[in-house]
């Protein structure tokens, strides 16, 4: 008798919410765009997210306001709360979101972060996360008593120290027991420090990544239970999603034990041709003229002011260590880039403003509710995502249409879940509970 191949059963897929600020994302011009300083902005976007049964609300940070030619940056965020100050007072208004904040290892130090994190789950009932991230500049650095910065591959190890070190300190008590010393030391750290609160609901909070470079990838195999990806296409989801998925067992993880979740942005029409017209018009309004000399700007190293942003790229190369933007991500190789985009423009007849557009674009879904549903739901099926951390252009309200029209129709087909199945963020995320390290010597 012939056994006919038990088919794979249907995954579910995890969605979070990023309150969006940063970047072009926001059309600050809109009339409904609120403040993205004020508690009711946050309350709301969170309750929205929750309402829709996401798995998390996710908070970017910065540490400092960014700058060109020397002015902060006009059409940036004028003004960003702390996240984990945020987190920790959406904590009494919501009951099941996970709440994740973005905080950095090169200008904090384990003890105090592991202990604000601890605070944090508590408070929650296990819904904390954590962002893990780096800084590369000295422009952040000036802000801090180290200053200066760390190479790409001390930034990762310093990271990979920090948080061995803040599990220790999850670790060293033990519910009914004392706590213990944990003396982590190394050349980024030498800790002589017991914990000031037992385990957490959760023992660590849900940490997450999101480096895309080799050291990146090896760093969230070995460390995060969430990548937070920019691969969002089919097929560049997919490649990275096998990749890091390769790499856990050699850690003794199993692909269950990593979630990858791409941003991604929606627009909803109630036709297909509504949709792409809408999202073409939220594009313009969040690259403006200035907007898109600013991302040339950021590669040329020039003042390109006097440029037409409806005109041809510059004809000049860039200046390699220029200093005029500052906070941005490095372009890295400025040549490089500056000749990929000519081509590119050259190829499709595209002035400044429209290839800042192309290039900045997010993964979008675009279309009507049934088939942005079905697109999302191809994209968890066929192993090109977990899940997606969706970032509104609108602030707060710019989640409600997707948890109004979108997720009764991801729970129709049995996809995602109608009601929170268990108290934790790693119950939502489907991921088991740590087993407590030893914690350190008594």
């Not at 976007?45 to 798995?55: K, N, P």
């Not at 060293?172 to 050349?187: F, K, L, M, Y």
């Not at 070995?222 to 850690?251: C, I, M, N, P, Q």
């Amino acid at each position: 008798m012939t056994r006919t191949p038990t088919a794979r059963p249907r995954k579910r897929i995890h969605l979070a919410a990023h309150f969006p600020g940063v970047n072009n994302t926001t059309v600050w011009t809109d009339p409904t765009s609120g403040s993205q300083i004020d508690f009711s902005s946050f309350r709301h976007l969170a309750r929205t997210a929750e309402r829709g049964r996401f798995d998390f609300l996710f908070l970017a940070e910065g540490l400092r306001l960014r700058e060109r030619k020397g002015l902060l940056h006009d059409l940036d965020v004028a003004g960003r709360p702390e996240s984990l100050t945020v987190l920790n007072a959406l904590a009494a208004v919501t009951e099941h979101l996970g709440l994740a904040a973005t905080v950095n290892t090169t200008f904090n130090e384990p003890y105090e972060l592991a202990r604000r994190f601890a605070s944090l789950d508590h408070l929650s009932g296990g819904r904390a996360a954590w962002n893990v991230v780096t800084t590369s500049d000295a422009f952040t650095g000036a802000n801090f008593r180290r200053g200066g910065y760390l190479d790409r591959a001390d930034r990762y190890r310093r990271a990979a120290a920090f948080v061995e070190a803040a599990r220790a300190l999850w670790d060293a008590w033990p519910p009914g027991g004392t706590p213990r010393t944990v003396r982590p030391t190394g050349p980024h750290f030498d800790i002589t420090g017991r914990p000031t609160l037992p385990h957490s609901p959760q023992v660590h909070p849900v940490l997450i990544q999101a480096g895309d470079s080799g050291e990146g990838r090896e760093f969230a195999a070995r460390t995060a239970d969430v990548v937070f990806s920019r691969h969002g296409t089919l097929e560049a989801g997919r490649a990275f999603h096998a990749d890091v998925k390769r790499r856990l067992a050699r850690y003794g993880r199993t692909p269950d034990d990593l979630v990858i979740m791409p941003a991604a942005t929606v627009v909803l029409g109630d036709t297909e041709a509504e949709a792409l017209e809408r999202a073409a018009h939220i594009r313009r309004k969040q690259v403006s003229p200035q907007t898109a000399l600013a991302v040339l700007e950021n590669v040329w190293g020039r003042d390109l002011s006097a440029y037409d942003p409806d005109g041809p790229l510059p004809d000049i190369d860039p200046v390699p260590d220029s200093d005029l933007v500052q906070g941005w991500a490095h372009a890295g190789d400025r040549f490089g880039i500056a000749a990929r985009w000519r081509a590119l423009a050259q190829e499709k007849q595209l002035s400044i403003r429209e290839l800042a557009i192309e290039q900045t674009a997010r993964q979008s879904f675009i279309g009507t509710p049934a088939s942005v549903a079905a697109l999302i739901d191809e994209h968890v099926q066929t192993d090109a995502a977990d899940g997606f951390i969706l970032v509104p252009h609108l602030t707060p309200g710019g989640l409600d249409e997707f948890v109004d029209r979108v997720v009764p129709l991801l729970q129709e087909r049995g996809v995602f879940r109608t009601e929170y199945e268990g108290p934790t963020l790693r119950h939502h995320l489907g991921l088991r509970r740590p087993e407590p390290g030893p914690g350190g010597s008594a």
